[in-house]
């Protein structure tokens, strides 16, 4: 599975991006699905993820004002980004993975820049 993701840019803080992962294939086989974020000389952060039955998970730093949702008729998953804050900017990476019974595929996309700035 390849991961396209697209959607980042320069906005101003408290305005909002939307960034949409696309799968090359389906995304029914998929466990979770989601997005990182990194900044240079910093670790790759999980953002937001959503598993195969919705469930979610957020950053604390981003609870309340990032939504993912995906879209398994479009095998593409979404993050809603709302309130953006300077400290919200990094490139973002689409992440999935598939958890088989002897072993675990992790896939990702390419980053997508996001720059939150005045």
């Known amino acids: 599975v390849q991961l396209q993701a697209c959607g980042g840019g320069l906005v101003q803080p408290r305005e909002s991006l939307r960034l949409s992962c696309a799968a090359s294939?389906?995304?029914?086989?998929?466990?979770?699905i989601g997005w990182y974020r990194q900044v240079p000389g910093k670790q790759r952060e999980l953002v937001a993820i959503?598993?195969?039955?919705?469930?979610?998970n957020y950053a604390d730093s981003v609870k309340g004002r990032f939504t993912i949702s995906r879209d398994n008729a479009k095998n593409t998953v979404y993050l809603q980004m709302n309130s953006l804050k300077t400290e919200d900017t990094a490139v973002y990476y689409c992440?999935?993975?598939?958890?088989?019974?002897?072993?675990?595929?992790?896939?990702w996309g390419q980053g997508t820049l996001v720059t939150v700035s005045s």
């Open positions: 294939a389906s995304i029914f086989s998929i466990d979770d």
């Open positions: 992440y999935a993975v598939r958890r088989l019974a002897t072993r675990t595929i992790d896939y």
């Open positions: 959503i598993s195969s039955g919705s469930r979610t």
